[in-house]
């Protein structure tokens, strides 16, 4: 898959897509972050990436040098030719203000904590019935059959599209997300979707309904319509954004749960403990790294970045540092003081947030209600994805 | 003890609000602010301060009232 060679210095030439930072980026964060807090590398372009809390926060909040019209960690290639349907990308994530500001107000009330609640119970009934098909076999594969089929179906049922597609699009995100090192698969996987979108667009201009996307055509901004090419692209952040990054924590938390038999168990026996662990796992098993584009040369923290690099925005490793977090490598389910930045900081905060904390949440107490003595049926058969999105993609375990 | 939430900081992480709901509302679009004036029973002063140190972007800060000014 890795089309470049391996890594020989991690400071100057390191590499995201690399088989060992996919495998354990940990002990590569925590050398870089004593040696060389801001790695460099010149492959995939002039790319920078900060590994401590206090960089990662400040670059997130300086949205006047660091912009968001790139934020894919595998930059497109110079030849790929510009969208077409989407000039501006996938608002708000990929905008600046004021395009930023206005589309993620249109967003925010379908994720804010309300709303949320009112998504409880299906996801609960959800993971019900998806334990209920494996639960009686003493073996599952926890990514595949369980993680992996969660976020998908709660957000088709938010944007109002049928989930029994929900496969199809889980393959067009892991297009652009995971296998975005291969050209032709990341702009097969975005055709699809967008092509997609264009046809739901199209029928619910002729019906709307109550969903996301006649919501999104219906509202006005300065009393007229928004754009259609802004409604595909908010549409399409939903399901790309709502998808892997939530099954990937919902995995990694498994994966800990089954590899750390202490918490499985202290988690079974305090479920009052469930609010502070939920924090912690996405603390320590945060999955998202996003991009910012360099807007002008500027000199940070000791690094010259000129206009057109690209800064990786390591929200892992920040949440990792030992200037901030004491036990930083540790899983400590009741930490208490935990500001944490799994969600990112600054303008750009996750606006999924409360849905992603929601499903991971209920996912995990369904999982241990039903299943809460369980293990890896072979550690060597677990698989993970990493780079933009990092989380497990195969995880079988066995529950005898 | 009062606390105050600088809404120009607050990016809707909802941290404040999960951890201690009868101190801070939320509204539609994540901002958060303090319920009533910002003072804090005694008995949620505890939690108080968790929801300021848990505040991912510094957004709560305990306000200091001045000596002089004791009455309210």
């Known amino acids: 898959m890795a089309k470049t060679a391996p890594v020989e210095d991690w400071a100057s030439d390191f590499d995201v897509m690399d088989p060992e930072y996919i495998a354990d980026p940990f002990n590569i ?20 990436l900060p590994t401590r809390y206090a960089d990662v926060t400040a670059i997130a909040h300086d949205v006047g040098h660091f912009s968001s019209l790139e934020v894919a960690v595998i930059p497109f290639d110079d ?15 990929s905008a600046d203000p004021p395009l930023h500001t206005w589309s993620r107000r249109m967003l925010l009330p379908w994720f804010s904590h309300r709303r949320v609640e009112g998504y409880e119970a299906m996801t609960r009934e959800l993971c019900k019935g998806l334990i209920g098909t494996f639960v009686d076999d003493g073996e599952a594969d926890a990514a595949t059959q369980y993680a992996q089929q969660i976020p998908v179906r709660v957000i088709a049922h938010i944007l109002g599209v049928p989930n029994d597609l929900s496969d199809t699009f889980t393959g067009w995100v892991r297009d652009v997300l995971e296998f975005a090192d291969d050209p032709e698969r990341r702009i097969s996987g975005m055709e699809g979707l967008i092509t ?31 754009e259609e090419s802004v409604v595909l692209g908010a549409a399409a952040l939903v399901l790309i954004a709502g998808v892997d990054t939530t099954w990937s924590a919902i995995g990694s938390s498994l994966w800990h749960l089954a590899t750390n038999t202490e918490d499985r168990v202290r988690l079974n026996s305090e479920p009052d403990l469930m609010a502070t662990a939920i924090e912690e796992l996405l603390r320590v098993y945060s999955p998202v790294t996003m ?24 929200f892992p490793s920040a949440n990792r540092d030992p200037e901030v977090f004491e036990d930083a ?34 996912a995990l107490e369904e999982w241990l209600s039903r299943i809460p003595e369980f293990r890896l049926a072979d550690p060597a058969a677990v698989t993970w994805a990493g780079g933009q999105v990092r989380g497990p993609r195969t995880l079988p375990v066995v529950f005898p | 003890m009062k606390i105050a939430i600088d809404a120009s900081k607050c990016q809707g992480h909802a941290r404040c609000y999960a951890l ?53």
Request: proline share 8%; hydrophobic share 35%.
């Open chain 1, 291 to 314: 991009a910012r584009l360099v807007k002008q040369d500027v000199e940070f923290a000791g690094c010259p970045m000129k206009r057109g690099d690209r800064v990786l925005m390591n």
């Open chain 1, 196 to 226: 997609y979108f264009v046809g739901e667009v199209a029928q619910r201009r002729e019906q709307p309904g109550d969903d996301l996307l006649s919501e999104l055509l219906r509202t006005e901004i300065d009393g007229e319509p928004i």
């Open chain 1, 29 to 48: 964060w925590d050398s870089l972050r004593n040696t060389c807090p801001i790695a460099h590398t010149n492959r995939r372009g002039s790319n920078w």
């Open chain 2, 20 to 72: 201690v709901p009868e101190l801070f509302e939320v509204d539609d679009f994540g901002t958060s602010s303090v319920l009533g004036d910002g003072t804090v029973p005694p008995d949620l002063e505890e939690r108080a301060r968790l929801a300021i140190a848990n505040c991912p972007e510094f957004a709560i800060a305990e306000v200091t009232v001045p000596a002089e000014s004791t009455e309210r």
């Open chain 1, 329 to 362: 490598d540790k899983v400590v389910l009741d930490r208490a003081v935990n500001r944490h930045l799994a969600f990112g900081s600054g303008i750009h905060r996750c606006a999924g947030s409360n849905l992603a904390r929601m499903e991971l949440r209920v």
């Open chain 1, 79 to 93: 030849d790929e030719p510009e969208d077409p349907v989407l000039p501006y990308g996938l608002p708000p994530i």
